[in-house]
């Protein structure tokens, strides 16, 4: 595959999209914000005005924007992907997005000849830089290895996980997971500042040991600089936890420690924190 679509150009998706330029394919782009794509454009990427015009070029489609609304719209609508793309091309929804929908999705691309994978990531911007998510997939195998060469300029950790939907339901595995870890590593912090220790020499003494995670290892640095900027959006990881909860009442189950951090992130997006990092869950201590 030569001729890449990528519809998305947001704090992962930009460098997502630079690194299949860096890599040599010709990469198509559109974003809302023509502004945010201004550098992708001067290192050679092909702008689109038209999502759908974008669609009808392309070999390969990804996609990686903010909420399932959007990514129904640019699917499912009129005029919109699965109509216009070519048949015998692939899409590839990179979006935390339904579990459902992405089984909707798979399923109508099979009617239009469109072969569809769920692929969402996890790493952050840092990951997205350097080349090196974790990406869950779901759909076809046969798809999977037709365009594994492209996951593997995206990402270090590729896994496979299943029929369509499986790759939604694996991400929601690891925002549950991180949700809980989140409050952890948030608290230690917290304690370590009121105890009087300092919180750097305290990172070199737990980053290592069993309470180690990647969440403790690169947002907590930057908590320490006071740095909220967003690697990961509070608005999406909300959306990502909510999205969660939905599932797991469908399943009959109970996540108290999912549904606690949802609330905490709830009270920073209703003091207007929504656009910061996932890290400024220390301001809801502070």
Same mark, same amino acid.
Do not use: C
């Given at each position: 595959m030569k001729e890449i679509g990528f519809v998305g150009i947001g704090v992962m998706g930009k460098s997502m999209a630079q690194n299949l330029l860096n890599y040599g394919y010709t990469v198509h782009i559109y974003t809302r914000t023509k502004k945010k794509a201004d550098s992708l454009i001067q290192s050679g990427a092909i702008w689109h005005d038209n999502p759908a015009k974008l669609a009808e070029v392309v070999e390969l489609l990804i996609t990686m924007? !903010?909420?399932? *609304?959007?990514?129904?719209? %640019?699917?499912? $609508?009129?005029?919109?992907? %699965?109509? *216009?793309?070519?048949?015998g091309t692939v899409a590839v929804d990179m979006t935390t997005s339904s579990p459902e929908l992405a089984k909707a999705i798979y399923s109508e691309g099979k009617a239009a000849e469109i072969d569809v994978l769920d692929a969402?990531? @996890?790493? /952050?911007?840092?990951?997205?830089?350097?080349?090196?998510? $974790?990406?869950?997939? !779901? !759909?076809?195998?046969?798809?999977?290895?037709?365009?594994?060469?492209?996951?593997?300029?995206?990402?270090?950790?590729?896994?496979?996980?299943?029929?369509?939907? @499986?790759?939604?339901? *694996?991400?929601?595995?690891?925002q549950i997971a991180i949700a809980s870890n989140m409050i952890g590593v *948030?608290?230690?912090?917290?304690?370590?500042?009121?105890?009087? %220790?300092?919180?750097?020499?305290?990172?070199?003494?737990?980053? @290592? /040991?069993?309470? !180690? @995670?990647? $969440? %403790? $290892?690169n947002l907590i640095p930057r908590v320490l600089k006071d740095d909220f900027s967003p690697g990961f959006f509070i608005k999406h990881f909300i959306k990502d936890m909510r999205i969660a909860l939905d599932e797991a009442a469908k399943m009959k189950l109970e996540l108290p420690g999912l549904e606690l951090a949802e609330k905490m992130y709830q009270t920073l997006a209703d003091h207007g924190l929504s656009d910061e990092g996932t890290q400024a869950l220390i301001k809801y201590y502070q």
């Open positions: 924007v !903010g909420y399932p *609304t959007d990514v129904e719209e %640019l699917y499912l $609508s009129e005029g919109g992907f %699965l109509e *216009t793309m070519r048949k969402p990531v @996890s790493g /952050g911007d840092i990951g997205a830089k350097n080349g090196t998510l $974790s990406i869950m997939i !779901g !759909g076809d195998r046969k798809v999977f290895e037709h365009v594994r060469e492209v996951f593997e300029v995206l990402g270090e950790n590729i896994v496979f996980q299943g029929e369509a939907g @499986s790759g939604q339901h *694996t991400k929601m595995v690891n *948030t608290e230690a912090i917290v304690y370590a500042e009121k105890a009087g %220790l300092d919180p750097e020499k305290v990172l070199q003494s737990i980053s @290592s /040991g069993a309470a !180690g @995670s990647w $969440s %403790l $290892s």
